[in-house]
């Protein structure tokens, strides 16, 4: 048996630690180098101000108080190292312990998917999955010949159908114009109550000679008469239509 197993109990083939175990015994090692550490600080600072003190008065004194403070910061530069040591030590733990944890979810998960699929089967799946796409096919032939108009077996010609509205639309528009009145209710255009200037005289006729010689009241009467006549005229047209 080796020395380091001697030490640590070691020659049997029990189960070691686990990790968090291992983890757990090294920050206890590290609260307890923290202390020394703490300690160790304390007594170089006793031992400096000693020597400081037997300086001039008591020269050994103040050599054995120095030594004593050199011994001290030895073991304080080691404490340093075995506390960089366990560090590291407990951080490539921690990593390991995360890993495993990682490692062994994993393995449930990949378990759990491995249980799940053992009820099924490739074949069937896609078997289902032709079904699934048979039925939306159906259910959308069925959706388009439901949207589709039913005429319930009648058939209209368009080009009828417009012809009979148009003639709807004459006869409405005929009714308007009967609507307004026949000749006999237009009223005749009022004479004008001023006289109707006068067309100037030609070279060779006289005040009384030729187109000259009409009176104001004969141009009234025939602007008064061509237009009942052209009125009348456009209305029985209207009639006719």
Known sequence: MSLLGKLFGG????????????????RETEEMLTKKQEFLEKKIEHELQIAKKNGTKNKRAALQALKRKKRYEKQLLQIDGTLSTIEFQRDALENANTNTEVLKNMGFAAKAIKSAHENLDI?????????????QEMAQEISDIISKPVGFGEEFDEDELLAELDELEQEQLDKNLLEIGGPENVPLPNVPSTSLPSRPERRGQGRHGGPAALGNGSHVKAASTMSYLHHRGKMKEQQNK
Not at 11 to 26: T, V, Y
Not at 123 to 135: F, G, H, P, R, Y
Request: hydrophobic share 25%; net charge negative.
């Open 11 to 26: 020659g049997g083939k029990g189960k070691g630690p686990s990790p968090q175990e291992a983890i757990q015994k090294l």
């Open 123 to 135: 074949d069937k799946v896609d078997e289902l999955m032709q079904d699934i796409t048979e039925q």
